[in-house]
């Protein structure tokens, strides 16, 4: 058994086959999962696990080169564009519509489904390279 890091070997398999600019989604319990990508469905209960706890996770796994945020998130959730802005600050964020965003979603190599139930708290984690 792993001893530590990301447990659940959904996501661990899918973190060891990214390559450069491979692209993956966190999203809330409400963004609709595109027909042929993957889910990795967490979801326990509303707002169980949230999307920071997550994000966290990832974050301490994964060479994030650049994000992709909804627009809307800036008016919508400010906390949670706040929250985001403060784990990775040096990190390029780009912004598009959540219709934009949905439409992107389909060429994520998963979508990692959270609990999350607050507005357009979904991402997209674009791979970097340790190198």
């Known amino acids: 058994m792993k001893k530590n890091g990301t447990l659940n070997s959904e996501i661990d398999k899918v973190l060891a086959d990214l390559g450069h600019t491979d692209q993956l989604v966190i999203a809330d319990a409400g963004l609709p999962i595109p027909n042929g990508v993957k889910k990795i469905d967490l979801a326990l209960a509303l707002s169980d696990p949230p999307f920071q706890k997550v ?27 706040e929250q985001i802005k403060q784990k990775l600050p040096s990190k390029k964020i780009n912004y598009v519509s959540h219709e934009e965003f949905k439409q992107l979603s389909k060429h994520a190599k998963a979508i990692i489904r959270t609990g999350e139930a607050t507005p357009y708290s979904n991402i997209i984690l674009q791979s970097g390279v340790l190198f």
């Open 55 to 81: 994000l966290d996770l990832l974050l301490a796994e994964m060479v994030i080169e650049e994000v992709t945020l909804a627009d809307e998130i800036k008016t919508d959730n400010v906390e949670q564009l």
